[in-house]
């Protein structure tokens, strides 16, 4: 299924917003009316949220989309504008007297939007695995790659693929007869025809003059294509799409600090390991200025002893 339409979520999320603001302010303050910095403070959290959408796949969603990456891009976005929020208020007002009528509208809003995207996760999903917007796919090939997409397309329609059938030179019983189509020279004809919507290419990599024959004639036709890699088995979930110069890298290992997990794992070490350091220290960092322990004038720590013409003070 393709992306959500941006916009949608977009405008969504500003009304979700708006709503918590005026309900927490008419929770507090009543049926008044709305100072204009209020207003002010309105038009920057929407300026705000629209760079963090711009900048961020924040508000695209789609059914192959995870729901664990959707809270987690969602999180990060209303921490940012939660930041940005505050320290304006911090800066051009007083945020002290009305962190209640800030703090709770942004808690509200990062709930509702969340469920937003979770409902609309769970519908969409259902929608497309009951037929909607469902791309006919042409799968190329016969061996384990091939049938590892076999397997992912045929068991997961809530992606968005149906299966229109299977052309490999090497047929085995794995493959479904009722999908098999025949051999690759059939594929112009197929192409042709205009019963696919794309092309998922799984062919080993000593066929390349093959595939990229396959590939020029789906851009003829107008057909999207995919290509699965050989070697799959060996990228990871997070691999990452490079360049050297004009030849493009797939980055295999990835940054630990990259993964979310990581970092809240380093942060929570870091503070933990601050406050072990703050407590073990705070009895040599204490010092008592009590009036009765200190009799004589003097630093705290170095105190001069009185002394006379014949015994000198130290």
């Not at 959408?53 to 969602?74: G, H, L, Q, Y």
């Not at 997409?149 to 479904?176: E, W």
Request: with cysteine; aromatic share 10%; charged share 15%.
């Amino acid at each position: 299924m393709k992306p959500s339409k941006s916009a949608t979520i977009f405008i969504f999320d500003l009304l979700i917003l708006y709503g918590s603001f005026f309900g927490v302010f008419v929770h507090y303050e009543g049926f008044v009316a709305i100072s204009y910095k209020a207003n002010i403070l309105m038009a920057f959290v929407a300026l705000m949220w629209f760079i963090i959408a711009v900048n961020s796949s924040i508000v695209s969603m789609s059914t192959e989309t995870r729901m664990s990456t959707i809270f987690k891009d969602t999180l990060l976005g209303y921490s940012v504008l939660s930041v940005g929020v505050i320290g304006a208020v911090s800066v051009f007002g007083n945020f002290a007297p009305n962190n209640n009528l800030i703090l709770w509208p942004l808690l509200f809003g990062l709930c509702i939007s969340s469920l937003m995207r979770f409902v609309f996760l769970v519908c969409a999903r259902h929608f497309v695995s009951e037929g909607y917007q469902q791309k006919h796919v042409l799968l190329l090939g016969g061996g384990r790659v091939a049938e590892k997409a076999l397997n992912q397309i045929v068991g997961s329609r809530h992606l968005g693929y149906r299966l229109y059938g299977v052309l490999s030179d090497d047929y085995h019983k794995s493959l479904p007869k009722g999908f098999y189509l025949g051999k690759l020279d059939r594929f112009s004809e197929i192409v042709r025809s205009g019963a696919v919507d794309e092309v998922i290419i799984a062919l080993p990599l000593r066929l390349e003059t093959m595939i990229v024959e396959m590939v020029n004639k789906c851009d003829h036709e107008g057909i999207r294509v995919r290509i699965v890699p050989d070697f799959f088995r060996i990228i990871c979930n997070r691999a990452v799409l490079d360049r050297l110069g004009d030849i493009p890298l797939i980055g295999i290992r990835t940054e630990p600090l990259s993964l979310l997990k990581n970092r809240i794992v380093k942060r929570t070490f870091d503070i933990c390991f601050s406050l072990i350091v703050l407590l073990i220290l705070s009895p040599f960092l204490s010092v008592d200025h009590s009036p009765d322990q200190v009799h004589v004038p003097g630093a705290c720590l170095f105190q001069a002893e009185p002394g006379g013409r014949q015994q000198p003070g130290v």
